[in-house]
């Protein structure tokens, strides 16, 4: 029969037990981690939508600019000062965002005024410099 000292049974305790706590930690990490990513890639996802929102508002812009007032469209002070909110000046373009873009603004400012930082020579028969910011809010998991 075998006869197991006491401390023996101790020590192996111990061990498992710093084992089970290493374990435990490193498992910690992980779902640190993973959850972490998964965050970095919403807010990332939400970043690159909100940019090609921006860039469909300046495209919108320019066709409006381009289209001129006789035809529907706008002049170059139509959308000053705060800008112009899409979605609440147009609700066919505010249709295809999705869901974590917020607005749209567009400011439109006239070519011969400070904001307009023409650093090469602007072509003839351009009116404004247009600027295009979107909001987009992030909902974490």
Same mark, same amino acid.
């Given at each position: 029969m !075998?006869k197991v000292?006491? #401390?023996?049974r101790?020590?192996?305790?111990?061990?498992?037990?710093?084992?089970?706590?290493?374990?435990?930690?490193l498992?910690?990490v992980?779902?640190?981690?993973? @959850?972490?990513?998964?965050? $970095?890639t919403?807010?990332?996802v939400? #970043?690159?939508?909100?940019y090609?929102?921006?860039?469909?508002?300046?495209?919108?812009?320019?066709?409006?600019?381009?289209?001129? &007032?006789?035809?529907?469209?706008?002049?170059?002070?139509s959308?000053p000062?705060?800008?112009?909110? !899409?979605?609440?000046? =147009?609700p066919?373009?505010?249709?295809?965002?999705? &869901? @974590?873009? $917020? =607005?749209v #603004?567009?400011?439109?400012?006239?070519? =011969?005024? &400070?904001?307009?930082?023409?650093a090469?020579?602007?072509? &003839?028969?351009?009116?404004?410099?247009?600027? @295009?910011?979107?909001?987009? !809010?992030?909902?974490p998991?």
């Amino acid at each position: 029969m !075998l006869k197991v000292n006491s #401390r023996k049974r101790g020590v192996a305790l111990m061990v498992v037990l710093a084992t089970l706590s290493v374990v435990v930690i490193l498992a910690n990490v992980v779902l640190s981690i993973i @959850s972490s990513q998964s965050r $970095l890639t919403q807010h990332q996802v939400g #970043r690159i939508q909100a940019y090609y929102a921006a860039l469909a508002g300046m495209n919108y812009a320019y066709e409006m600019l381009r289209r001129g &007032p006789a035809a529907g469209g706008w002049i170059a002070t139509s959308c000053p000062g705060l800008g112009c909110t !899409l979605t609440l000046l =147009d609700p066919q373009f505010a249709a295809t965002f999705p &869901p @974590s873009i $917020l =607005d749209v #603004r567009i400011i439109l400012i006239p070519v =011969d005024e &400070p904001g307009c930082n023409a650093a090469t020579p602007v072509p &003839p028969g351009i009116t404004a410099c247009i600027r @295009s910011t979107a909001t987009y !809010l992030i909902t974490p998991p």
